[in-house]
C-alpha cells in the first residue's frame, strides 16, 4: 500500500501532483476526485510512491477513488505520456481525451465474476473451505454464494446479489479489491444496441403512389401540420429515425405532439430498431438499387496483392505489450501507405483486411475523417461485421459514447469505426489499425491536446508492434516522404475498379473568358454547355464552390471598409433569405451576415457603418449564389446543395446522397463536402470553380491542400459505367497544382512540392511549432509576446531557427487578440528541448499557461 499518489489533472500545468491516500487504495491507471484550488476535480493516478513531498508543502487527500482497477491499460497510458511529450501538452488534459467523459458518480454499480473469483470459486470448492482468511464464516460463506450466483457471468447490482445470498455492499466491495469481483457502473453493463424509435407511414406504397385527389379522399381531416408529418414521412420512403423526424418538424415548426396524434388515428406506425443496425447510408444505398456493397466484389488483381502485402505485415510476430521494450524491427510494427486512387476500391481491401485480422483472433481500427460526411463507409462495415462493429463518432452522447467505450474495452466491438479520438479506443488485442483519408485536415485536433490522429495511431501500432495502414489517393507529404525514405512500406493500386478510366480534367481559363466575354461571371459558358449537355443524357453532375452563403465579403465602395466580424477579423459572409426549396437546412433563417468563424449574426446594414455611404457591394460567390444562378440557367434541372448551412447532422447527409444515387438530384453544388468519399454512379461531370483562390493563402500546405481538393473532388466523376469529365475553373491554368492535377499525377506533384518544401525548410524536412500568444487584452499580449521574442533572442536556442513575433494572420478570433513566433529545426528532439524550456520559463515569468499555446507539427500558421 503506498501513501502518495501523483495525480494528472486536466489542468494547463505540465506536471502531476501528489496527495496523500490514506485508507484509500489506487491503482495506476485508476481515476481519483482530488480537492484542486477550491473545487474537486477528476484526475488518473500516474505514479504511487511513499516520498513525503517538501515538509513546507501541503498535501492534500485523496477524496475518493473512482476505479478499482486501471481504466487505462498500460499501453494506453505509455501512449498518452508520449502525446503529452510530443504534443508538450498537460498529461491530465491527454488523459481525459482518452477517457469517456461521464459522471459515473452517481451511478449504480453492478458486479461480475473475476478470473480471480473464478479460481478462488473452483479450487475452495475442491480443497474445502481452508484458505486462511480473517473473515467470519458467516462472511466467507457469503462470499462463496456469491461468487456462486455471478458464475454464469452475468452482472448483477448489489441489492440483488443480496438477497439472493445475504453479502452485503461491503463485502462486496472487498471482493472486488481482491480482484474476485469486477466492479462497474450500472452502464457499462447495459447493451450498447440501443433501441430506437422508428416512424413508419401506414401503407406506406399507396400513400406515396396515389395521386394528390385519392390522397385527399382517404385522409379526410388532416391538418396543415398533420400532412406535414405526412410529407416528411413520404419524403423519405415511408420510414424515418423518430429522432430525425423530430429535428426536421421542429425545423418547419409543426409540434412534437402532432406526431403523436397521427399514431392514434393509425396513419403512422412507431416501431422499434437496434440502433447498430440503422447506420447512417444504409437505407439510402437500399433504395439505390442494384449497388452491391464493396466486401461483396470478388477482389481485383490490385485489391489481392495490397491485401496480401496487408496480411504479410500483419503476421509478422507481434510481440504483446510490455513483454518485451525492444526496439520496432523485432515487435511486429510495420507501417504500410496505401496510395490507391480514387475509385480504386480502398474500402473493399480495408474490409478483407479487417477480416484477416479478426480471423486472427485480434481486432481492428478504422480511422475515418468525419463519419457523418461519408456515411457509406460506416453502412459498409456494420453489412460487413454487423454486431461486431462499435461506432465512435461526435454525434454520440456522453453516455453513449461510454457504453461504447466499455463495450470495446470487454472486447465485445472488435471492430472499431471512429473519428480521430477513436484512436484511444480501448480495445484488447488490437492488431490492425487504418486510417482512411489519412491526408484529411480533420485528423489534427485544433484545442489541446493538439495531436495528430494518424501520427498517434502511428505510434499507438509502434508501442503494441501492430500493423497500420494509411490510406489515401492523395497522401499527405508528410506521409509519402515517409515512404520514400522506407520508413512506411508503400502499396499501390494504380487504376479504378474494373478498368474504368480516371475523368479527363480540363482547365478553362477564367481570364481568357474575361476577355472574350467582357464579364466577370461565375460559370464559364463550356462550362455551362457542357453542363447542360450531361443533363441532356440524362446523367449527374456536381459543381464545386468552397465557400459556403452567398457573398463571402461585403465591402464599401465609397471608402473601402471590409464588413468584418466584431469578434474576429474576418470578413463576414452575407446570406440570403432561406428560399423554400431548402426544406432541410435555411428555410427559417432571414438574411444576415454571419461569421464563419465564431457564428456571430448582425442584419445587413443600408449603410457602411463606418462613412454612411449607401453604396455596399458584394463579392465572392459562395454555394448559395451558386445554386441560385444555376437555378436561373437550367430551370428544369433538379438542383441540390450540400454544404454546412443544408447539412447540419447525419441525417441530412444521408437524405442528400440518397437524393443523389436515386437521381431525384441530378445537378449538385456544395463545398469541399462534395469531395469526400461518396461514391454515386450517375455522376459524369464535375466544376471546379473558383479553388484556386485558396493558392493565394499564407499558408505553406496551400498548394497540397488545393491539389489534394481538386484531385478528390474529380474523383467523384466516372465512378460508374460512363467515364467522366472535369473542368477546372482557374485564373492560373500553368500553375503546377493545376498542370499535375489535371494529369493525374500525384507522384509528379509530390516531389515538386517536396523539392519546394527542402528549398524553403518546411515539413516534412524541418519540424515546425506555432507558438501563439493569446489574450483579451491587445496591451497585455503585445507585452508577453515581445518579451517571449527577447528571451528567444538572448537565449539563443541552439539548432532552433524563430519567426516572429508577429501577428498571426487572423490576428484576433473570438475576441483574443493572436501573436505568434514560428520555431523551426531539423530536429524533433532539439525543437521539444527547446519548447519545454520556453514554457518553463513562461512559468516562471508568471505568463499564464493559456495564454501560451503551443502547436506542434501544426496544421496552418493561421
Ligand atoms: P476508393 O475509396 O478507392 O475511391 P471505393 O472503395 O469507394 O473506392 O470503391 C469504388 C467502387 O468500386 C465502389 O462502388 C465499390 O463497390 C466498387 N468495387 C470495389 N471493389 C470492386 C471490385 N473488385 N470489382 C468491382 N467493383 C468494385
Ligand atoms: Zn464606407
Ligand atoms: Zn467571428
Known amino acids: 500500500m503506498s501513501l502518495y499518489c501523483d495525480v494528472a489533472l486536466p489542468v494547463p500545468l505540465d506536471r502531476a501532483f501528489t496527495y496523500e491516500l490514506g485508507e484509500l487504495e489506487a491503482e495506476v491507471g485508476a481515476r481519483v476526485m482530488v480537492p484542486f484550488s477550491g473545487q474537486l476535480l477528476q484526475g488518473v493516478v500516474v505514479g504511487l510512491h511513499d516520498v513525503a513531498p517538501a515538509a513546507d508543502v501541503e498535501v492534500k487527500r485523496v477524496q475518493r477513488v473512482m476505479d478499482d482497477a486501471a481504466l487505462l491499460s498500460a499501453e494506453l497510458m505509455e501512449l498518452g505520456k508520449w502525446i503529452a511529450q510530443y504534443y508538450c501538452a498537460p498529461l491530465g488534459e491527454v488523459l481525459r481525451g482518452m ?87 450500472l452502464a457499462e453493463a447495459r447493451d450498447a444496441r440501443r433501441l430506437e424509435k422508428v416512424a413508419e407511414l401506414v401503407n406506406s406504397e399507396q400513400l406515396t403512389a396515389n395521386s394528390e385527389g385519392e390522397q385527399a379522399k382517404r385522409l379526410p381531416k388532416l391538418n396543415e401540420n398533420q400532412l406535414a408529418v405526412m410529407a416528411e414521412l413520404a419524403g423519405c420512403g415511408g420510414r424515418e429515425l423518430v429522432r430525425e423526424l423530430r429535428v426536421r418538424l421542429e425545423r418547419r415548426g409543426v409540434p412534437p405532439s402532432t406526431l403523436g396524434t397521427l399514431v392514434k388515428r393509425g396513419l403512422v406506425l412507431l416501431e422499434e430498431t437496434a440502433q447498430a443496425f440503422h447506420v447512417s447510408g444504409l437505407g439510402a444505398q437500399e433504395r439505390g438499387g442494384s449497388k452491391k456493397f464493396s466486401h461483396e466484389h470478388a477482389l481485383n488483381e490490385a485489391q489481392t496483392e495490397a491485401l496480401a502485402t496487408i496480411v504479410a505485415a500483419m503476421r509478422e510476430k507481434q510481440i504483446p505489450f510490455g513483454n518485451d521494450k525492444k526496439k520496432s524491427s523485432s515487435t511486429g510494427f510495420s507501417a504500410l501507405l496505401l496510395y490507391g486512387i480514387t475509385g480504386s476500391g480502398k474500402t473493399a481491401v480495408y474490409i478483407a483486411a479487417m477480416q484477416r485480422a479478426l480471423a486472427a483472433g485480434k481486432s481492428a ?47 465485445e466491438a472488435r471492430v472499431v469505426i471512429g473519428t480521430r479520438s477513436a484512436v484511444f479506443a480501448p480495445m484488447p488485442d488490437l492488431g490492425l489499425i487504418l486510417v482512411d483519408e489519412e491526408h484529411d485536415g480533420s485528423y489534427k485536433q485544433e484545442e489541446s491536446p493538439r495531436y495528430h490522429g494518424r501520427d498517434v495511431a502511428v505510434m499507438r501500432a ?12 492523395t497522401p499527405s507529404l508528410e506521409s509519402w516522404n515517409n515512404a520514400e525514405r522506407g520508413r512506411y512500406a508503400r502499396v499501390e493500386m494504380l487504376e479504378r475498379v474494373e478498368q474504368r478510366p480516371l475523368p479527363t480534367v480540363e482547365m478553362i481559363d477564367m481570364r481568357e473568358e474575361f476577355r472574350q466575354t467582357g464579364k466577370e461571371q461565375l460559370f464559364s459558358r463550356q462550362l455551362i454547355a457542357e453542363t447542360q449537355a450531361t443533363l441532356d443524357r440524362g446523367e449527374q453532375v456536381l459543381i464545386l464552390l468552397n465557400r459556403r452563403g452567398y457573398s463571402f465579403v461585403v465591402m464599401c465602395r465609397s471608402c473601402g471598409e471590409k464588413l468584418e466580424c466584431e469578434n474576429c477579423a474576418i470578413s463576414l459572409t452575407y446570406h440570403k433569405p432561406g428560399n423554400e426549396s431548402e426544406l432541410n437546412g435555411e428555410a427559417r433563417v432571414g438574411q444576415r451576415l454571419e461569421c464563419h468563424y465564431c457564428g456571430f449574426r448582425r442584419n445587413v446594414p443600408s449603410k457602411c457603418p463606418k462613412c454612411e455611404s449607401e453604396h455596399l457591394y458584394y463579392l465572392g460567390a459562395g454555394s448559395q449564389q451558386g445554386e441560385e444562378r444555376l437555378q436561373e440557367i437550367f430551370p428544369g434541372a433538379r438542383i441540390g446543395r450540400m454544404d454546412r448551412d443544408t447539412v447540419r447532422t447525419r441525417g441530412d447527409m444521408e437524405r442528400l446522397l440518397s437524393r443523389l444515387h436515386s437521381g431525384e438530384i441530378n445537378l449538385l453544388v456544395g463545398t469541399q463536402m462534395i469531395a469526400k468519399g461518396h461514391d454515386i454512379h450517375g455522376v ?30 474529380s474523383g467523384r466523376a466516372g465512378r460508374g ?8 475553373q482557374t485564373y ?34 524541418t519540424v515546425l511549432a506555432n507558438v501563439l500568444v493569446q489574450g483579451e487584452s491587445l496591451e497585455e499580449v503585445l507585452g508577453w509576446a515581445s518579451r517571449l521574442g527577447r528571451w528567444i533572442t538572448d537565449r539563443r536556442l541552439e539548432g532552433v531557427r524563430v519567426l516572429g513575433p508577429a501577428p498571426a494572420p487572423r490576428s484576433r478570433l473570438k475576441r483574443i487578440y493572436r501573436y505568434h513566433l514560428v520555431l523551426k529545426s531539423d530536429r524533433r528532439d532539439t525543437l521539444g528541448r527547446a519548447l ?14 493559456r495564454a501560451v499555446i503551443v502547436d506542434v507539427d501544426p496544421m496552418h500558421l493561421m
Open 462 to 473: 509502434k508501442l503494441l508492434g501492430c500493423t497500420i495502414v494509411l490510406g489515401s489517393a
Open 732 to 765: 492560373q491554368p500553368d500553375h503546377y497544382v493545376n498542370t499535375f492535377a489535371q494529369k493525374h499525377d500525384y507522384t509528379g506533384f509530390a516531389a515538386r512540392e517536396l523539392y519546394f518544401r527542402r528549398a524553403m525548410r518546411y515539413p516534412p524536412y
Open 99 to 185: 477517457m469517456p467523459l461521464t459522471a459515473e458518480v452517481r451511478r449504480q454499480w453492478v458486479y461480475r465474476i473475476a478470473e480471480a473469483g473464478r479460481r478462488v470459486l473452483y479450487e475452495g470448492a475442491a480443497k474445502g473451505s481452508s484458505r486462511r482468511s480473517k473473515l467470519s464464516v458467516e462472511d466467507q460463506n457469503r462470499e462463496y454464494a456469491a461468487l456462486n450466483y455471478l458464475e454464469n457471468g452475468e452482472p448483477a447490482k448489489a441489492a440483488t446479489i443480496r438477497s439472493a445470498t445475504g453479502a452485503n455492499k461491503a463485502l462486496l466491495d472487498a471482493m472486488a479489491r481482491k480482484k474476485w469481483l469486477v466492479r462497474e457502473p
Open 836 to 849: 519545454r524550456e520556453m514554457l518553463a520559463w513562461v512559468d516562471r515569468e508568471e505568463i499564464p499557461r
Open 365 to 411: 481500427l478504422l480511422l475515418v475523417p468525419e463519419i457523418g460526411l461519408t456515411p457509406g463507409t460506416a453502412a459498409q462495415m456494420v453489412a460487413a461485421f454487423g454486431g461486431e462493429v462499435a461506432l465512435l463518432h461526435s454525434q454520440l452522447t456522453q453516455d453513449e459514447r461510454a457504453e461504447q467505450w466499455h463495450r470495446i474495452r470487454r472486447g
Open 721 to 728: 459505367e460512363l467515364p467522366g469529365r472535369v473542368l477546372v
Open 684 to 713: 459524369t461531370l464535375v466544376g471546379v470553380v473558383g479553388a484556386d483562390f485558396a493558392l493565394g493563402l499564407p499558408d505553406f500546405r496551400a498548394a497540397e491542400r488545393v491539389f489534394q481538393l481538386i484531385t478528390q473532388v
